[in-house]
């Protein structure tokens, strides 16, 4: 699936990046599941949902103009043009809830005071793992 990757990646990629300005002196590695975290933000399924009517919509849209069209080009444009129409919404959607997690994460860390925070599954051992407590704090601040 096209938006698990996505994800993954991007959350990985926030993880990363969190607390990364001193990441050299790094003492105390915080963990993450970046995709538990997703799974059990409060607002994803709600997102879920927006992204598969937004998908419905746009692949009636295209399989409509698809079927008008004779020139194979034309219908390969329409389709592209979807997709990346798709893209950019999914991105829209997503956007606040991967704010949320970096807030939450950001704010566990320095409670914790972690140096770096990294996906789980690029770390091989060792660091404290902290998703429970960013699911704990996003529920909180979802209330």
Known sequence: MALKKTLTVMLAALSALVL????????????????????????????????????????????????????????????????????????KLMEPLFKEINLAMRTVANQKKLTVVMDKGVVFYGGVDITNDVITELKKSAK
């Not at 002196?25 to 409060?42: E, L, R």
């Not at 927006?50 to 008008?68: G, N, P, S, Y």
């Open 20 to 91: 990364a300005g001193s990441a050299f002196a790094a003492d105390v590695v915080g963990t993450i599941d970046t995709q538990q975290v997703m799974f059990q933000h409060p607002k994803f399924q709600q997102v879920q949902r927006q992204v598969r009517d937004v998908t419905d919509k746009l692949q009636k849209e295209a399989q409509t103009a698809i079927d008008k069209e004779s020139d194979n080009k034309k219908k390969a444009d329409i389709y592209q043009a979807k997709r990346q129409e798709l893209a950019q919404e999914e991105r």
